[in-house]
Nanobody
């Protein structure tokens, strides 16, 4: 059974930093792209960042470029999202996802497996 489990979400003040982790189990995704998405209340799920299987290619939403960094450790079956200079508008549930046979894309429907999400709240 494939599982993606996110962790690291919490309440943080604006300007602060958080690092999210997503551990996969049930099968290896070392050859798959992975991504982070987020969904705020009343809004659609939106792309945040993606990374290809090797970590050599990354892609970011314009809203997070320069502040967030996606990385992965295939030996640990884990993908990370380092978030710096957080803003209240970054408040959302953050989800990790796996694109089994594709690349680092912002297309939400390209992703085959999803985690349950972790809440990030940024206060003023």
């Amino acid at each position: 059974q494939v599982q993606l489990i996110e962790s690291g979400g919490t309440l943080v003040q604006a300007g602060g930093s958080l690092k999210l982790s997503c551990v996969t189990s049930g099968r290896t995704f070392a050859n798959s792209a992975m991504g982070w998405f987020r969904q705020a209340p009343g809004k659609e799920r939106e792309f945040v960042a993606a990374i290809n299987w090797s970590g050599g290619t990354t892609k970011y939403a314009d809203s997070v470029k320069g502040r967030f960094t996606i990385s992965r450790d295939n030996a640990k079956n884990t993908v990370y999202l380092q978030m710096n200079s957080l803003k209240p508008e970054d408040t959302a549930v953050y989800y990790c996802a796996v694109n089994v046979e594709g690349g680092a894309t912002d297309y939400v429907r390209a992703y085959d497996y999803w985690g349950q999400g972790t809440q990030v709240t940024v206060s003023l």
